[in-house]
């Protein structure tokens, strides 16, 4: 029966779109979030995030920690123990592809965090960090001016003008 509860569970996981299965899972979020990840780990109530949200594909989010393993087994009176802390997360934040987020963590607002990272502690707003671990790179403000002149404006065109734009857009940065 256990193992049934399992795979119902992952077939659920998997057929509901990301955003219902946060929400269902007690993420609390804000207006106009995107989820392209469901791996809140087992205490994703303790996740919270702000409005105008973006989540790329295999982010994780991880509420608790599971070294205590070591001191529960060195220290039978903490057998009972376990950390767990919050993960904050502000208004106009992007999570590139397969961020990891660690317990405690709080991300401020108009922050983009690169794809890969790992990211613990406070990160300031209108910042962006990469790396594993996380680390400053530049305000928003400066990687606006450095990429500016790179941009592309294909929202909201159909399949084959997007196409035609982004290839005139990589042509036009070759010959700068």
């Known amino acids: 029966m ?8 992952l077939i659920h996981k998997n057929l509901i779109s990301a955003n219902s299965y ?25 996740i919270t995030i702000g409005d105008n949200f973006y989540s ?3 982010v994780q989010f991880v509420t608790h920690d599971g ?14 123990a376990d950390i767990f802390k919050p993960i904050t997360i502000g208004n106009n934040v992007f999570l ?17 965090i690169g794809a890969g990272s790992i990211v613990k502690g406070k990160v300031e707003s209108d910042s962006i960090y990469a790396g594993m671990p996380a680390k ?12 500016k002149d790179s941009f592309v404006y294909t929202k909201d065109l159909q399949k084959d003008a997007k196409k035609r734009e982004i290839l005139k857009g990589i042509e036009k940065n070759r010959e700068s």
């Open 67 to 80: 070294s205590i393993n070591v001191i529960r087994n060195k220290y039978p009176e903490y057998k009972q």
């Open 136 to 147: 400053f790179i530049c305000s928003v403000d400066d990687y606006l001016n450095r990429n």
């Open 22 to 46: 946060a929400l269902k899972s007690g993420v609390k979020f804000g207006k106009n979030c995107k989820f392209l990840t469901n791996k809140f780990g087992s205490e994703p109530y303790l």
């Open 96 to 112: 590139g592809y397969g961020t990891i987020i660690l317990p405690g963590t709080e991300i401020g607002d108009n922050v983009i």
């Open 2 to 9: 256990k193992q049934l509860r399992k795979l119902f569970r």
């Open 56 to 58: 790329s594909s295999n």
